[in-house]
């Protein structure tokens, strides 16, 4: 369906054998990426963000995220497991942190690496870009993949404002590599496998918007990992050794929504749920909201917690991980870590690793790069629309009729593909209007 | 192409439909962003002049080949002094409308500002009409 370059390649699937074409991931469609063909859903590479909703809405689960395979972890001596914080919340508070390590290693993996460890840096650097742009007012927070996508594609007037700066995945990866090889550890020799809570993170590894080197070799499925540990929890063991962590509650709270922009000087805001963040992104294009300072977006409600690869509520979620954050607060963390010999520098190397020299627009609704040409689409579209019922049906494929609309004049389909403008027969024809009243319009546009 | 909307007044809540209307088409068009941000940011600004100041109105928005062309006309008391209107932070609006988190004073200033061409005729108990254009070369 797609022509031309394909920009974006994605982590969601859709297994033909299971979809039922319902239309249903079709119409949560943020950008209004999927079409049925064939009875079954397709979704279009640069249009996709990789956000989830179509997997959390799907009824038939016909959507799946393609991970790597876990044998692969045996290709390296080093396995480092790196882990944000959303996987312990979903366990219940009665495992102690060490213990779901302890089955974590028993896997396989020979160290473990929670993300939010470079919390620290991450703040730093942060700091340091809004700092370099005074000419920015508002910074968009850029720990959401799938935010930055839909900026891309949706909001393209706003990708300067979000904050140049990869994910926090990339520098934990860097760093334990380091740490590593500081030990004595060939580069070769070590495997990181992140353990993702949802399709952006993965999209993000596996195909970056900075187009640069990852040093994440492989990305697990957190619910796949979940069902591992959990089996093994049963016998849990009492020796399981602390690993040196001293993560604070600020660390463990930076994937829940809130946790991240708090942290920051300065007005900060935190927005998160996908309907929220499209409205709010509508909003600060529009100029129709003054908000200065920092926001943070998270296209999941109550954030990474809401993850789609999470496997226990988010609400639920949420709190055990405050009761951990709590936890550690009460362990006094925050001043174990400052005692700790742990350098939290950023070198020059990692600061310029983690940089994303440009983001650039993909906008899904320019109808051509020629305007002339573009200018005659958008009128024959406008007029396609007025011709459609407006009723949303989604029975020609299509997501709604201004869907189809933009459909028709990019070539993509035909107008005798509506039902309205296409009734079956007499007995149809009448039937559709005791329903909808009198839409049936005539395809005069069309001929 | 050619697009009409009606303005109600005192309703700030519906305002902003004409804006969203027309950036979706100068999107479809591939108009360059900062045309787009300027020309939603000064429709969106006149739209609340009315809403805020007139009876109710219309706004006519035409996009061509080069220009896109905004006429905002209103019902309303008029502008008695449209120099001072156009000082930044000078405003008549009411205080239920500044408490809304409008009426600063910078509407006009702020389409001036975002405008290659403004135009506003006001009569004094009769209404005004704002026509505004940006170019898009």
Redesign the interface.
Same mark, same amino acid.
């Given at each position: 369906m797609p022509t031309g370059e394909i920009y974006f390649r994605h982590s969601l699937r859709v297994n033909d054998y299971l979809c039922q074409g319902c239309t249903t991931c079709m119409r949560t469609c943020p950008t209004a990426a999927i079409r049925i063909r064939g009875g079954k859903a397709v979704i279009s590479d640069n249009k996709c963000v990789d956000c989830g909703e179509c997997m959390k809405a799907c009824p038939h689960k016909a959507i799946y995220i393609k991970q790597d395979d876990f044998g692969l972890i045996e290709n390296y001596r080093y396995r480092v497991c790196l882990v944000p914080t959303t996987f312990i919340g979903q366990f219940d508070t009665k495992y102690k942190t060490k213990a779901i390590y302890s089955c974590l290693l028993k896997l396989g993996f020979t160290h473990i690496y929670e993300v939010e460890h470079e919390v620290p840096r991450m703040m730093e650097l942060y700091n340091r870009y809004m700092e370099d742009h005074p000419e920015i007012s508002t910074f968009i927070s850029p720990y959401c993949p799938a935010v930055t996508r839909l900026i891309q594609v949706r909001f393209p007037s706003l990708v300067d404002n979000v904050i140049h700066v990869r994910a926090p995945l990339e520098l934990a990866s860097r760093v334990i590599v380091k740490r590593l090889m500081d030990d004595g550890a060939r580069r070769e020799s070590i495997g990181v496998f992140y353990v993702t809570p949802c399709a952006a993170k993965i999209a993000a590894v596996k195909y970056p918007v900075s187009g640069k080197e990852t040093y994440v070799s492989g990305v697990i499925n957190m619910d796949f990992l979940y069902n591992k540990v959990l089996l093994m929890l049963h016998d849990s063991d009492k020796n399981a050794q602390p690993i040196n962590h001293a993560l604070t509650a600020r660390d463990v709270m930076w994937p829940l929504a809130g946790g991240e922009a708090v942290n920051f000087k300065g007005y900060q805001y935190a927005v998160d749920g996908l309907q929220n963040v499209l409205n709010f992104l509508e909003k600060l294009e529009d100029e129709a909201v003054d908000a200065p300072g920092l926001v943070e977006m998270r296209i999941c409600d109550q954030g990474c917690v809401g993850g789609v690869l999470t496997t226990n509520d988010r609400f639920v979620a949420r709190k055990r991980l405050e009761y951990r954050a709590r936890l550690f607060e009460r362990l006094e963390n925050s001043k174990l870590r400052e005692s700790s010999n742990e350098d939290n520098t950023l070198t020059p190397e990692w600061i310029k690793d983690m940089e994303i020299p440009d983001i650039k627009p993909r906008s899904i609704y320019k109808l051509n790069d020629n305007y002339a040409e573009a200018f005659k689409m958008a009128e024959r579209m406008k007029k396609i629309e007025k011709a459609l019922p407006g009723v949303n049906c989604s029975a020609c494929g299509a997501p709604s009729c201004a869907a189809l609309a933009e459909d028709i004049v990019r070539g993509d389909a035909n107008a005798d593909t509506c039902v309205f403008i296409n009734p079956l027969s007499k007995t149809s024809k009448d039937a559709m209007n005791r329903i909808w009243g009198d839409r049936i319009k005539s395809n005069k546009e069309e001929q | 192409?050619h697009y009409t909307f009606k303005i109600e007044r005192g309703n700030f809540t519906d305002a902003?439909q004409a804006?969203?209307s027309v950036?979706?088409?100068l999107?479809?068009?591939? =108009?360059d962003? =900062?045309n787009?941000?300027r020309t939603?940011?000064a429709l969106?600004e006149a739209e609340i002049n009315a809403v805020a100041h007139a009876y109710g109105g219309t706004i006519d928005v035409d996009?061509d080949?080069e220009k896109i062309v905004m006429v905002v006309a209103d019902e309303g008391p008029g502008i008695p002094n449209i120099d001072l209107a156009m000082q930044e932070g000078w405003s008549t609006a009411s205080p239920q409308v500044r408490e809304m988190g409008y009426g600063a004073g910078m509407g006009l200033p702020n389409i001036k500002k975002n405008t290659d061409d403004l135009k506003i005729d006001t009569k004094i108990g009769v209404g005004t009409t704002v026509t505004m254009t940006v170019y898009?070369t």
């Open positions: - | 192409m902003g804006s969203s950036k979706r088409t999107k479809q068009l591939g =108009v962003p =900062v787009i941000k939603v940011v969106f996009i080949g898009l």
